[in-house]
Each structure stands twice: as C-alpha cells, then as structure tokens.
C-alpha cells in the first residue's frame, strides 16, 4: 500500500526536477505570473547573463500596482509609472510573454486575472513576485511569491530552488453567521495563529465551511496565507473549482477538459493524509472582525474593544504598544465608532465581482458619509466590465463611491491613490503595516467589504449587520 | 560563476528594536518605482526614521554613533509581508553584510540568502544582550561565524550561538548562494520534467 499523500506532496513530486547540492529542490513552476513592479530587474539580469526566457508560452503578464485607476491614458502624469508600464510592454515584445495590457479588457490585479483567464489551474506550480500570489493556492496550485531574483530564475529556467515546506491542516467546520465573511475567517485565523505562525508551513484549508465556500471566497483566504507567514496556502480542488474553470479562456475544452478534470481529482489530498499539524475553528465562533494596529494579527470582534498591552501575551505587547501609538487609538477604544476619514473597497483580496456584489446588494438607495472618501477599485478590467453590465457600479456611483478603473490601487499607495497624513481607512485590503497605503502617517484598519461599506456609509466602524439589517 | 565564500562576517552593529518589521517598513512601496535597484540604499527605513523625529526620537539609523554598521540586529518575523527584493537589496546597498534577528519571515530569508546577507537567528536574551553591548560601546566589532555559528565580539566577552539552516549555510560558505548557475546546469532534466507533465507538455 502507497503512503497517504497531502496534495503538497503529489504536486511537488511531480514537479520536482531534481535535488540541489544544498538540499533544496529544484522545483518546476509550471506557471509564471509577473507584473511591473518586480519584473524590469529580472529581464535585465536575464539579459545580463546572456540567457533567455526559456519558456514564454508558461509566463503571464499584466499591469497592476502602479496603474493609475482615474486617469487611464497614456503617458500616466508619473513618469516614474510610465516608464514602468512600457518597459514591461518592451520585455514582453522581446521575449515572446503573454501581457493582458491595459488596450487589452484583460488587465487587473495580478492574481484576479489568472483565475478569471483559467490559467490558474489545480495541481500546478505557481510562482510570481508578490507575496498574495498564495491566493491561487484556492484552486488547489501550490503558488509561492517571490523575489526579483526568483523571477529571473523562473524566466531563465522555468524552475526555482526552494524547500519543501510542512503543512498545517486548517479545519473551519459549520455555517458562518450572516454579515460573517471569508475575509472575517481569516482575519480571525491570523488573529489566533499569529502573523509568524505559518512560518515553514503550507496551510491546507478545509472543514464543512471550506467545502461550502465560493471558489471566491476560497480566494480571499488563501490570499492572505502570508499575513499568517505561510508563503503556501491551498484548498482541495473539487467541483465548485472545476465548473469556476469550466468555459474560460485558458481552461482546456472537449476530451481534454474531462482529462484534467481527472487529474485535478487525483490531487487533493488523499483522506488519511497525514499532517504536520492540525487546527480547528469553529465557524459559529466567527463575528465581524476588524483590525485595529499595525499587523493583521491585531484584530477583534466588531463588539470588542482595543485591548491594553498589559492583558497581551508577554511576547505581543511591544508591537501592541506600537500600534496604539501609530493608530493614535488608546486602549480600550471599542472599534465600533472609530472614525474613518477613507474606505477603500477593491484589492487582490477583495476586489472580485462575488465581493463587489455582496456590497452592491446592500447598499442600493443608501448614501456615503459626506465625511468620507469612498472609492471602489475592481480587481479586472473583466470585474469592472461584467459590474457595469450588471449595474453594480451604477448602485456604487449613486451611493457616492468613487468607481474607478482595475489595479492595486490603494492597497500599496504606488499609485495616486494614497491616504493623506494620519487619514484612517477602512479597507478591504490585506495590510495594515505602517504606512502600507501611501502616507507614512495613515492608518489602515482591515475589513470585509460589507464592512467598509457600512463604516463608509456611517462615518465610522460599524456592525455591517446592523446598518443593513441583517440577521 | 564564481561567488565570494562567506565564512566570516565582521563590522559594526546596530539594533533595530521591534517584531514583525515588514518589508513596506524596510523600503516603502513609492521606492519601488524603478527598473533597477541602485540607489535603494538611502531610502532603507525611510519613512520609519522621518516618524521617529516627529516622535522626538531618533532612528538608529540616524543616530550617527552607529554610521558604518554593517550588521543589522532587530527581533522576530524580520522582512515579514511583500515579497519585494527591494528590501533587502536596499539594505545590502546601505551597507548591511549580515542580518541577526529572532526570527525570519520566510520569503525575505530567501531573498537576502540569494544576495549574500546571511540571516542568522539567535535567542531573545543574547539579542538584547548584543544589543545593550553596542549600545555601550558602539565601535565595537561583531563578528559572524559561519563555521562555528557564533557571534562574538572583540575585546569583550561574549559569545552567543546562532542558527542557520544548511539550505542556506552551505551555499553561503561554498560560494553557491546565488542559485541560478545550479538552476541552469539543470535545464536538461527541466525539459524532460516538463515533456512528463501533461498540463506543460500539450501546450
């Protein structure tokens, strides 16, 4: 009898090359991602060492973090943006790379396209320079981000030196509560994991909330692996990952559909698997939560309060410390009524149709505070097309929400959408670190998309189920 | 392509006091707006020194004691967050040869193994200890050992252990730390893995 096997190890095995002198693997990526930001460096010391894109058809461009999402022509009023635009549009001519460039309908966020294409498939190896490409591990691939260098190696040889890493079982079992989201299920997570806990791990999502989970939703989780320090997370594939892929434009059709489908199959982890570890969470156990420093591990209930260092863990009341003075919100703040001055609904997190929808749903007829700035970002030019078909961006224009075009957006502050000084903005994004969103000074408090919109609509972090009534 | 073999690491130090100092810490993200990584070196923790002097503090890395530091000593889940590898080339380019911290978000150990910055962790305890030793005497000399995994400190006593996986060890003192030379010599079994995958070789 075979060993059990987690779907890390089958996709592993199958795409390891061989062992390196230092005991690495070198890891076959079946499939490269790249962008802007992270990609100029690695063409030129591809170029510099007199070697070439060894498969181009296997890499996937576009243009996310520095687009500007108002003013959509080019040349952008940032040179600096400009400039990185075109040299992507330059490498891409040269080397023969599939670029979904703006004049395209396809740009977005880096890792809404893949899926939305079918090129993010299960059983493969994904590599791309961002650290959420850990969202297309919700198809069942097991995708790492990585550095500049690991772009060129990628580029150069298809393939990349890394370590096997162990696997922690995240169990969620039973029904989330309505007005609790996928995003509240990882925040909550994160919160009792620690953002350093993945370290070493690729985590395996499952349980019955999993199962039930949109391939959506799966997305949000697995995006924010890394928040938690696992570079790796995934969930089985199964038929809700299958019919999301059925009909895209990568996706295989005919014989060679049900031939994949066969061996997406063969990959999930097989039933008496065994893991390096195992952690259960209770659905009915999970409220709106919202984060209130400077690490997405500092998060509460939406009825809890900021707490005070001294009832923290030795180990965490430091960083706590830190994040009451960044936030300028003292301890035992509740986190329902802190004012917001931004809310930013978009990001590789939450900036897909399935979150946009939610929200639309909501807030039909209601208005945005006239004390906030309220801008929603689609994560794809394909989201913002298929929205505007829908009317989903009309209900946003006509609640006050600025709709802009597709990119990153003021998750990362790279493009003109910064906060301003010590503005605090209810987010929908992944990071609330320090100056994460564009002003040294700004505050970020982190949230499910119906939650920004009530704290958009309200003025302040409210109970998303009581501003829209939902029980 | 022959790489310098990095056995021993001596210069000054400087502590970065803090857990889960992420990589928009080390560089923010508007640095990031170039094709090249020169010149990164003056924007390392730029934003985090501008909040210290507001703060009426100073950032260690404007305190001109420790000007010339070439080891970087701070505490758990250094480099958490992006994957950017402008962080730790920002850092090699201000100066940083060698990095001691409790402990290593796994994306930005990768990067800086890959430049030639050993990330070697050590115990909460002999990190503050180093730490108030600099404080003290901020000329003092810290030296890595690769062979021993050791941090010492002359003319002083002390000497405390630290850990660093093989993976990343051997490279480092064998000259192999930038992978891509090995990566290549494989591009034959890279090619016979991908005619064996069905998804790689239809295409």
């Known amino acids: ?471 | 392509m022959a790489l310098e073999k990095i056995t021993q690491i001596t210069g000054r130090g400087v502590f970065v006091p803090g857990d889960d100092i992420d990589t928009d810490r080390i560089i923010p993200a508007r640095f990031m707006k170039c094709v090249t990584f020169d010149g990164l070196g003056e924007f390392a923790f730029s934003d985090a020194k501008v909040a210290e002097k507001a703060a009426g503090r100073l950032h260690p890395l404007d305190d001109a004691r420790f000007n010339g530091a070439s080891i970087l000593i701070s505490g758990s889940n250094f480099g958490c967050g992006s994957s950017r590898e402008h962080a730790p080339q920002a850092l090699y380019r201000y100066g940083f040869r060698a990095i001691i911290a409790e402990s290593f978000a796994e994306i930005f150990f990768g990067n800086s193994t890959t430049l030639g910055i050993p990330c070697v962790k050590m115990s909460k305890q002999d990190i503050a200890d180093l730490a108030a030793l600099i404080e003290k005497t901020p000329t003092v000399q810290v030296t890595l050992d690769l062979t021993e995994n050791k941090v010492t400190v002359d003319d002083v006593d002390f000497s405390a252990t630290f850990s660093l996986p093989g993976h990343a060890r051997e490279p480092l003192m064998n000259g192999r730390w930038d992978s891509i030379a090995d990566l290549v010599d494989g591009i034959e079994d890279v090619k016979s893995r991908v005619a064996a995958i069905p998804y790689l070789a239809g295409k």
């Open chain 1, 1 to 471: 009898m075979t060993m059990a096997k987690t779907l890390l190890d089958k996709v592993w095995e199958e795409h390891t090359v061989r062992t390196l002198p230092d005991g690495r693997t070198q890891l076959l990526i079946g499939t490269h991602l790249i962008h802007e930001v992270t990609s100029p460096q690695a063409f030129g010391m591809v170029r510099d060492l007199g070697l070439k894109v060894l498969y181009p058809n296997r890499t996937f461009a576009t243009v996310d973090h520095i687009v500007p999402t108002d003013q959509r022509a080019e040349p952008f009023s940032d040179p600096l943006a400009d400039a990185m635009v075109k040299e992507l549009r330059k490498n891409c001519a040269e080397t023969g790379v599939t670029f979904f460039d703006l004049p395209t309908g396809k740009q977005g966020i880096v890792h809404i396209v893949g899926p939305e294409q079918g090129i993010t498939q299960p059983g493969t190896t994904i590599a791309c320079g961002d650290s959420h490409t850990s969202t297309h591990g919700a198809f069942g691939a097991i995708a790492f981000g990585i550095g500049t260098s690991q772009v060129r190696d990628v580029l150069a040889t298809q393939t990349m030196a890394i370590g096997k890493p162990k696997v922690r079982r995240i169990n969620v079992d039973g029904n989330l509560s309505p007005g609790v989201y996928a995003k509240d299920v990882i925040l909550h997570i994160i919160r009792h994991l620690g953002v350093n806990g993945g370290i070493g791990f690729a985590y395996e999502y499952g349980g019955s909330t999993f199962d039930n989970f949109t391939q959506e939703e799966r997305m949000t989780v697995c995006n924010m692996a890394i928040e938690g320090g696992a570079r790796v997370g995934y969930v089985n594939p199964d038929e809700t990952t299958f019919e999301y892929l059925r009909g895209r434009p990568y996706s295989p059709t005919g014989a060679e559909w049900d031939a994949a489908v066969a061996r997406w199959k063969a990959t999930a982890s097989d039933k008496d698997a065994v893991y390096d570890d195992i952690v259960n969470f209770k659905a009915e156990e999970i409220l709106p939560t919202v984060t209130w420093g400077i690490t997405p591990a500092q998060a509460i209930f939406i009825d809890e309060s900021i707490p005070h260092p001294a009832d923290l863990p030795e180990k965490d009341r430091d960083t706590a410390a830190e994040a009451i003075e960044h936030m300028k919100l003292p301890a035992g703040t509740p986190a329902a009524g802190i004012k917001i001055d931004v809310a930013f609904l978009g990001s590789c997190t939450n900036g897909r149709l399935s979150d946009l929808q939610e929200v639309a749903k909501h807030i039909k007829g209601r208005k945005v505070s006239p004390s906030v700035k309220a801008i929603v970002v689609p994560g794809s030019q394909g989201v913002a097309s298929i929205a505007e078909k829908m009317g989903i961006a009309e209900i946003f224009r006509e609640a006050g929400f600025e709709w802009r075009g597709a990119g990153c957006s003021m998750c990362l502050g790279m493009n003109p959408d910064k906060l301003v000084g010590d503005q605090l903005c209810a987010s929908s994004s992944n990071r609330n670190f320090k100056g994460r969103q564009g002003s040294p000074t700004g505050r970020t408090m982190l949230m499910s998309p119906l939650m920004v919109a009530a704290a958009a609509l309200t003025g302040e972090v409210s109970d998303a189920r009581k501003v829209f009534g939902i029980h």
